[in-house]
């Protein structure tokens, strides 16, 4: 697992509208993880946090959005991805 895989992840969420609402589409933070980890990415949910750690409130924004300027994470409960105590 590592930080590099999580960067690769978050990048995509942020330029495939598609990957990030299947992926944001699952209620469960354990099957949002697992479908990560289905697509090839290596990482855990504490990288994930960790990379998320570094981008600014837009660019998490644009994650939640699907790569969307502008978008927001709309109920999202701050992009939370993988856990409940994500602050991606």
């Known amino acids: 697992m590592s930080q590099e895989q999580a960067h690769e992840f978050i990048e995509k969420m942020k330029i495939d509208a598609g990957f990030s609402e299947r992926i944001m589409a699952l209620d469960d933070p354990q099957a949002r993880l697992q479908m990560i980890h ?8 504490e990288e994930i946090d960790a990379v998320s750690a570094e981008l600014s409130k837009t660019e998490l924004d644009e994650v939640a959005a699907g790569g969307e300027p502008g ?7 701050g992009c939370r991805v993988v856990n409940e105590t994500s602050s991606f």
Do not use: P, V
């Open 38 to 45: 289905d697509e090839g990415f290596d990482c855990s949910a």
């Open 71 to 77: 978008g927001e994470a709309d109920g999202l409960g």
